[in-house]
C-alpha cells in the first residue's frame, strides 16, 4: 500500500536556525498538507498546497514557514529562523481528489534547543 | 466545519466490540465523515469514511444514521494493539480539505 514519507524521523536543531522537513507525497496525489502536533495537544493545521501554490493557511504559517515542491515527488516546509516553540511533531499529508481522505505520514519529531 | 463531540476516553477488554459515537449537529450537505487512528508518535492513519447509512471495510465499521447528526464508528473484537486516539472530523469535500482535529477518544484495551 502506498505510503507518505518523511524524513528524517527527528531533527534536532539550535534556535534561531533554519530547517526543513521533507516529504514524499503518494504518487499521483494532488493535494498536500503540513500539521504539527505539539507533545500532548491536539494536531494543528498548518497549511495546504495544491497546483504548485498554497491554497490555504492558519494564523499559526507565518512569514517564517513557507513550503515547496521542487520536483515531482517531494513536498518541503522550511521554518527559517526557529524558535523554542516550534519545537513538535510534524506531519504532512497528502490526498487524492475531492472527497477522499488524507493520508498522513509518520511525521517528524522536531526539538528546537 | 461542522464541530464534532466525542467521548474523551473509553475503555475495553480484548475480544469485545467497541463503538465510537460522535455527535456532529451542525454537518453541512456536503460533509462527509472520516474518522483516523493515531498511535503515540505515529501520525493519523485513515480508518473509515463515509457519507450516510453503513461503510464496512477490512478494519471498522461506520454506522450514519439518517439525519446524519451522528456517527458511530464500530472496531470488531479489538486487541491491545487498538490502544489509541481514535478521531472523528467533519469537512467539506469541495474545500481545500483543512481537517480540524479535537482531542479524540483515547481508547484502552486491556487484556
Known amino acids: 500500500e502506498p505510503e507518505v514519507t518523511q524524513t528524517p524521523s527527528h531533527q534536532v536543531t539550535q534556535m534561531g536556525q533554519e530547517v526543513i522537513l521533507r516529504c514524499v507525497p503518494i504518487s499521483n496525489h494532488l493535494y498536500f498538507y503540513w500539521y504539527r502536533q505539539i507533545l500532548g495537544q491536539k494536531v494543528e493545521f498548518l497549511v495546504s498546497?495544491?497546483?504548485?501554490?498554497?491554497?490555504?493557511k492558519s494564523e499559526i504559517f507565518d512569514d517564517q514557514f513557507s513550503v515547496e515542491r521542487p520536483d515531482g515527488s517531494n513536498f518541503t516546509l522550511k521554518i527559517r529562523s526557529t524558535k523554542l516553540e516550534d519545537s513538535a511533531m510534524y506531519f504532512c499529508?497528502?490526498?487524492?481528489?475531492?472527497?477522499?481522505?488524507?493520508?498522513f505520514g509518520d511525521g517528524t519529531r522536531l526539538s528546537i534547543l | 466545519l461542522a464541530k464534532t463531540t466525542q467521548p474523551i476516553s473509553m475503555d475495553s477488554y480484548e475480544g469485545q466490540e467497541v463503538n465510537i459515537t460522535c455527535s456532529h449537529n451542525?454537518?453541512?450537505?456536503?460533509?462527509?465523515i472520516t474518522w483516523y487512528q493515531q498511535f503515540p508518535s505515529q501520525g493519523p492513519r485513515f480508518i473509515i469514511q463515509g457519507y450516510k447509512t453503513k461503510v464496512t471495510n477490512e478494519v471498522a465499521s461506520l454506522f450514519i444514521p439518517a439525519d446524519r447528526k451522528s456517527s458511530t464508528l464500530s472496531l470488531p473484537r479489538v486487541s491491545l494493539s487498538d490502544t489509541a486516539v481514535y478521531y472523528c472530523l467533519v469537512g467539506d469535500g469541495d474545500s481545500w480539505g483543512k481537517l480540524q482535529f479535537g482531542a479524540g477518544t483515547q481508547v484502552v484495551v486491556t487484556p
Open positions: 499529508a497528502s490526498r487524492g481528489q475531492f472527497n477522499q481522505p488524507q493520508h
Open positions: 451542525n454537518i453541512a450537505t456536503n460533509d462527509y
Open positions: 498546497f495544491y497546483n504548485n501554490e498554497i491554497s490555504e
